[in-house]
Every structure is written in C-alpha cells, then in structure tokens.
C-alpha cells in the first residue's frame, strides 16, 4: 500500500486513499501507511503541501471519515 494524491496510482496498486474511499464511511479512525516515502501533509485550505518542510504547519489527508498518516510523519 501507498498514498496517492487524490487516489492516482497508477500502474501501482491501490493504496491508502483508494481504501478509505471505499469502505464505509468511518470504517477506521486512521490509516497509518509505511510505504510512501512522502510526507502527507495539506495546508488550512485542504491543499497538498508539495515541498514539505519540518516546522510548517500540517494536517494530514482526511478521507471519507478516516485520516491518512505516513509512519515517517
């Protein structure tokens, strides 16, 4: 598994964001993911922070009722 912006991940296979997205709203409170060797964190707007640096303000991917975290995190 991984996290994918917006569920994308193409030739890989389904990662974090596909699987909050198709259980049942709330199923998990959180899935925390150790693949993805990205930071996930998204701005007050809900935007990804693409250059994610330590000390800036973060939120982490929020999905159909579960919130996304990467282990590095």
């Known amino acids: ?10 030739t890989n296979a ?8 198709q259980l049942p709203k709330g199923s998990f409170d ?6 993805t060797h990205d930071t996930v964190c998204f701005d007050e707007k809900g935007q990804f922070i ?17 919130w996304i975290m990467q282990a590095g995190e």
């Open 1 to 10: 598994m991984g996290w994918y912006l917006e569920g994308k991940h193409g």
């Open 14 to 21: 389904p990662g974090d964001v596909s699987m909050a997205r």
């Open 30 to 35: 959180m899935i925390i993911g150790g693949h």
């Open 50 to 66: 693409e250059k994610y640096k330590p000390t800036m303000a973060c939120k982490p991917d929020y999905q159909n009722g579960t």
